[in-house]
């Protein structure tokens, strides 16, 4: 090639990297808009954490979504990086802890006065916001002002969020559960030093990541796998659950290993808050044998 001819090659190319960061660029000035307006663009949806047996709803994990006019439905895949790395972690993290803490009180409410059990709220939480010294204390607060006791949330953290601080991440953890709130591993299984960290952690739940799921029915070494998972569970006397069941036969294999807690499109999709808030309990998932 003629270096003309390279020369318009590298011109083209960098015209569309161009295009890509201003992309990046108006995104990121939408996010703090939208974040700055008080969050009608960024709300949570709901999807509910079943035990498979009894098909009680013992609580919703809180998802974050993006509405925009301007670039239509943006995945949390998506926002949430662009979130942190522009140091908007923070106001979207506690814009979801307190419309998820307001939604579990309003939930809980209805319940109590069916004289129904209490429902939990889970909420992810990123590196940065693990970090911050001040994140008991902002809890405390929201759990006070929304009159949720600390049981009814559970914090949930990735093994990457873990790893990026471990010795913060450990005593962060200790303060979070003296609140009396639960914490979870997200995604277990695919980060790097499951183990090691699980060593000096004091979590309380295992989300098991749901790549091990779907290969539950055709994989004998995933159904080994999970089965270890449960175990270690069980020895380290933490709750587990399966996160992405997406069929019967993939709940029917999870309950033959003994797992019960489970969160899936199966049992239930994200929905929005006035769905959740009268979301009843379920049962036949699995058609009889
Ligand atoms: P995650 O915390 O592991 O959440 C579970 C994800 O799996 C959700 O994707 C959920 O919609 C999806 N899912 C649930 N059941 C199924 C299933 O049966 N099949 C399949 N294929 N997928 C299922 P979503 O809502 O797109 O969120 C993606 C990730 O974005 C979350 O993964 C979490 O890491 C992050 N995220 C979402 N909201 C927040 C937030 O408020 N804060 C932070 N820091 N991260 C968030
Ligand atoms: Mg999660
Ligand atoms: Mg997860
Ligand atoms: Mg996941």
Aim: proline share 7%.
């Amino acid at each position: 090639a003629s270096r003309a001819q390279r020369g318009g090659h590298w011109q083209i190319f960098d015209e569309s990297l161009r295009a890509d960061h201003q992309q990046r660029l108006a995104m990121e000035i939408a996010l703090r808009d939208a974040l700055a307006a008080g969050g009608e663009e960024i709300f949570p949806v709901f999807q509910p954490v079943v035990e498979s047996r009894s098909g009680k709803v013992i609580g919703f994990e809180a998802l974050a979504r993006w509405r925009t006019s301007r670039f239509g439905q943006v995945s949390p895949a998506e926002f949430i990086p662009l979130a942190e790395a522009a140091g908007l972690i923070d106001p979207l993290g506690s814009l979801m802890l307190d419309r998820s803490l307001a939604a579990c009180a309003l939930w809980n409410a209805a319940r109590a006065a069916q004289g129904l059990p209490a429902r939990f709220v889970a909420v992810n939480l990123a590196a940065p916001q693990l970090i911050a010294p001040d994140l008991p204390q902002r809890i405390a607060a929201l759990l006070a002002r929304h009159d949720v006791p600390g049981e009814m949330l559970h914090l949930e953290l990735t093994e990457s969020t873990l790893l990026a601080q471990p010795a913060a991440a450990a005593q962060m953890i200790q303060q979070l559960k003296e609140l009396g709130c639960q914490v979870a591993i997200d995604d277990f299984g695919t980060g790097y030093s499951s183990f090691s960290y699980l060593q000096h952690l004091p979590a309380d739940v295992l989300k098991i990541d749901r790549s091990f799921m779907a290969e539950l029915p055709h994989q004998p070494r995933a159904r080994k796998i999970v089965a270890v998972m449960l175990d270690l569970a069980q020895a380290l006397g933490m709750s587990a659950i399966a996160e992405g069941i997406e069929t019967p036969e993939v709940l029917r294999e999870f309950e033959a290993l003994g797992g019960d807690c489970v969160q899936g499109y199966l049992t239930g999709r994200p929905m929005p808050f006035e769905e959740a808030l009268t979301h009843p309990d379920g049962l036949n998932w699995v058609a009889p044998a």
